[in-house]
């Protein structure tokens, strides 16, 4: 298995700027996208990013043009940059992979707390 271990959450008013990342605890060569999830208090998890490992992304529409899903181009770090944050992105964000051979997002991290005030 691949331990994840998200940081970068916090505090921040509305319009402001955080960066979380994900780093997978050992080097693997089967990861086939990396991702980005989050669970607002009384709401199911939904996506939020995803990039595949050869460099596609793909971003909810509640996201589109605010959020951005980068990896290093060496290691197994991720990240997720959050511009103009909005009091509607306040939630539990994980990361996620998908390894090769998955049908779906089989590892997660601990996840890491974001909230906005307004």
């Known amino acids: 298995q691949v331990q994840l271990v998200e940081s970068g959450g916090g505090l921040v008013q509305a319009g402001a700027s955080l960066r979380l990342s994900c780093k997978a605890s050992?080097?693997?060569?089967?990861?086939?996208?990396m991702g980005w999830f989050r669970q607002a208090p009384g709401k199911e998890r939904e996506f939020v990013a995803a990039l595949r490992w050869s460099g596609d992304s793909t971003y909810a529409d509640s996201v589109k043009g605010r959020f951005r899903i980068s990896r290093e181009k060496v290691g197994y770090t991720w990240y997720l940059q959050m511009d103009s944050l909005k009091p509607e992105d306040t939630a539990v964000y994980y990361c996620?992979?998908?390894?090769?051979?998955?049908?779906?997002?089989?590892?997660w991290g601990q996840g890491t707390q974001v909230t906005v005030s307004s």
């Open positions: 996620a992979v998908q390894r090769v051979g998955a049908r779906q997002f089989d590892q």
């Open positions: 050992q080097r693997t060569n089967s990861i086939n996208f």
